[in-house]
C-alpha cells in the first residue's frame, strides 16, 4: 500500500544513498533504506533467536567433561584421515 507523504528530510543523506546505490529518485533511495533496515532487523532478531536456542540447548545438555578435540581425532581416524 502506498500513501504520499509530505515530510522533511536530510537531502544529503538521501543523496548519500542514491549515490551508494546508483539510484536516480528521492523516493527509490528512500524506499530501499527502509528495506535494508528492515532486513538487518530481521536478521538481528533471527541471530538472537539461534542464539537462545544454542544457550537453552547447553543447559540441557550441561557440562562435557571430555575433550573435544578428542572427538575429532576419533572421527578422522573412522574415515581413515590422518590425525
Known amino acids: 500500500m502506498y500513501k504520499n507523504k509530505h515530510l522533511r ?4 543523506k538521501i543523496d548519500k544513498v542514491k549515490k551508494l546505490l ?4 528521492d523516493t527509490e533511495a528512500i524506499d530501499r533504506a527502509l528495506e535494508k533496515l528492515i532486513e538487518d532487523a530481521s536478521e538481528r532478531v533471527r541471530r538472537r533467536n539461534i542464539v537462545n536456542q544454542i544457550e537453552r540447548l547447553r543447559i540441557r545438555v550441561g557440562s562435557v567433561n ?18
Open 9 to 12: 528530510l536530510d537531502q544529503e
Open 22 to 25: 546508483d539510484i536516480g529518485t
Open 66 to 83: 571430555e575433550d573435544p578435540a578428542r572427538w575429532v581425532r576419533l572421527a578422522r581416524n573412522e574415515r581413515g584421515e590422518p590425525s
